[in-house]
């Protein structure tokens, strides 16, 4: 059964992009993960442009993020305060990262931006979580117990505009946050995701906040900045197909539930170990892309479109 | 066949015509209007008509023109970059062009240019003067390839068919990626590779039903469907946690 998508316009299978959602939502279900640096590449794929593909992805993670924040606030793990001050920085960087993507798109090498991005993102996280993860295996295995300080003390703590963060017991400069805020909103803009790969270790790493609160934080200011992202980019691109993100998150919910329940029998270390491996091979299959010659040195493009 | 029955009943009224045998060509199409619903898959339309014995019959289509721009890669560390750009204007978004017999054998190249009979004749030329004709002829032919790839300039064949002498018929296609716009439909009665005859018919494609309806409201009123694109997906994560909340 096919779908004409008024946006993307072209013809679709429905039950494919039901499938796509339902395999994408159960991975982020599994993992934890947004899911969006796998949907952006797999709708590109299947021949939907790159700015819809973008823009509809951000449409589609607001939903997740609103019913992934909804099960951490209730457990009481999301840190408000920190949330607020992450999403000025959010919503910044996202109207900053709208603009750059008509730029790019203007001087026609948006296609090649958004490739480039993900092969960077996706190599140096995947290959970091790789790292840490197998190190963790490893020490497991070892059964050796090293105690560890609550967080590391560097020079980031030394900037001005400090700030209490009661939840997240810290005391550090505003602009920290605001600074991770303003990064992720650009990749949320030109990326299609919802930054969590980046936004959950910047946390944990470079502001210190306790584990329990990180995801339900970083969800919190995801829905702002992805909401932020789908209306920029409906008002002045018009590349937000409703339809499109209507029927990816439906299979998206559903893969989601199946997901979070196959993730609580398998053990934290081998997860991540999992998760990066996914990662890797979506940024190998980018890379392989840009790298291999293409079948036909030229492209076409209609103007103001891809 | 529906499209069968059409013809046959279009061709009957067209022989019952009083005027019949004076008017050189006479052409229609089974519809004029494309509708792009939800469901659409392409479409076929069917065009049929008469001219006077011993003719040949050309048919070309043509979409809306716009600019388009044809890029070409070059390797830069490693790396397949969009290098170099050439834009023509008035490009059919649309083209196709249906003949009785190879357009070679039946057309001159005179009539084949000023006609754009084959997607080779078509005006395609860059907006910036300063390229070598030589490179100007790659892209232009890059530009057909693509355009083709997309199943967008259909290459011709002879395939208009006869039926006795005067009656012909053709089946147009229009895939599920048909640019929306105001198409011309021109059919050419030839004889001694020059035109004798012609006539235009208008085809209209267009976006019908919800989709349309989105696709109006998204262009027109960009702001408030960005906030109603984000509200329906808040509505929809918190209708996700209110199903799912046992769990």
């Known amino acids: 059964m096919n779908i004409y998508l008024p946006i993307a316009e072209i013809s679709v299978n429905v039950f494919l992009l039901l499938g796509m959602g339902g395999a994408v939502g159960f991975l982020s279900g599994l ?33 997740s993020s609103v019913s992934g924040v909804l099960a951490h606030w209730r457990r009481g793990n999301v840190d408000f305060r920190m949330g607020f001050v992450l999403l000025i920085g959010g919503t910044l ?7 750059l993507f008509g730029f790019l798109r203007g001087l026609g090498q948006l296609d090649l931006a958004i490739s480039l991005c993900y092969v960077v993102f996706l190599g140096v996280v995947g290959g970091l979580m790789f790292i840490e993860s197998s190190r963790a295996l490893f020490r497991r295995r070892r059964q050796s117990d090293t105690r560890r300080k609550l967080h590391q003390h560097h020079w980031l703590h030394g900037l001005p505009l400090k700030m209490r963060f009661r939840r997240s017991k810290l005391y550090i400069s505003a602009l920290l946050p605001i600074m991770i805020g303003f990064l992720v909103g650009i990749l949320a803009a030109i990326m299609g995701v919802s930054g969590g790969f980046i936004m959950v270790p910047a946390m944990i790493y470079l502001l210190g906040m306790p584990t329990s609160v990180v995801v339900g934080t970083s969800l919190f200011q995801i829905i702002f900045v992805t909401s932020s992202v789908t209306f920029l980019q409906s008002a002045h691109n018009q ?57 036909d040195l030229y492209a076409i493009g209609v103007a103001g479109a891809l | 066949m529906h499209l069968r029955a059409v013809f046959i009943a279009l061709a009957v009224m067209l022989l019952a015509l009083p005027g019949f045998g004076q008017t050189p060509l006479i052409a229609d199409l089974s519809e004029h209007q494309i509708q792009i619903t939800t469901g659409f898959v392409g479409t076929d339309v069917l065009l049929f008509g008469t001219v006077d014995p011993g003719s040949n019959v050309v048919v070309v289509v043509r979409g809306p023109e716009e600019q388009t721009t044809v890029w070409r890669k070059d390797r830069f560390a490693g790396i397949w970059i969009n290098d170099r750009r050439m834009d023509f204007g008035r490009v059919p978004s649309f083209y196709a062009v249906r003949s009785t017999a190879p357009l070679d054998e ?16 078509l005006r395609l030329n860059p907006e910036e003067e300063g390229s070598s004709a030589q490179e100007v002829a790659v892209f232009r032919s890059a ?43 021109e059919v050419f009665m030839l004889q001694d590779g020059r035109v004798v005859h012609a006539q235009t018919t208008p085809l209209i494609v267009r976006k019908a039903g919800l989709g349309a309806d989105v696709f109006f409201f998204a262009h027109n009123y960009s702001a408030l469907y960005g906030v109603i694109a984000v509200l329906l997906a808040i509505a929809a994560g918190v209708l996700a946690a209110f199903i799912f909340r046992k769990s």
């Open chain 1, 93 to 99: 960087g996202s109207i900053f990262g709208v603009w």
């Open chain 2, 143 to 185: 530009l057909i390839r693509n355009k083709q790839r997309q199943g967008l300039f259909a290459s011709g064949g002879d395939n208009i068919t006869f039926l006795g002498g005067q009656l012909f018929r053709t089946r147009l296609h229009f895939p599920a990626n048909v640019p929306t716009g105001f198409y011309d439909v």
């Open chain 2, 106 to 121: 039946i057309a001159n190249e005179t009539t084949r240019m000023r006609h754009g009979m084959g997607a080779e004749f």
């Open chain 1, 239 to 295: 590349t937000v197909d409703v339809i499109l993100a209507l029927i990816l998150l439906t299979g998206g919910v559903i893969g989601a539930q199946i997901g979070t329940r196959f993730g609580t029998r398998l053990r934290g270390e081998q997860l991540r170990i999992l998760l990066a491996v996914m990662v890797l091979a979506v940024c190998g299959k980018l890379c392989f892309d840009l790298v291999v010659t293409p079948d």
């Open chain 1, 31 to 63: 993992f934890g993960v947004g899911g969006g640096f796998l949907m952006t590449p797999l709708l590109i794929f299947i021949g939907v442009a790159p700015a819809v593909a973008v823009a509809t992805e951000a449409n589609q993670i607001v939903a």
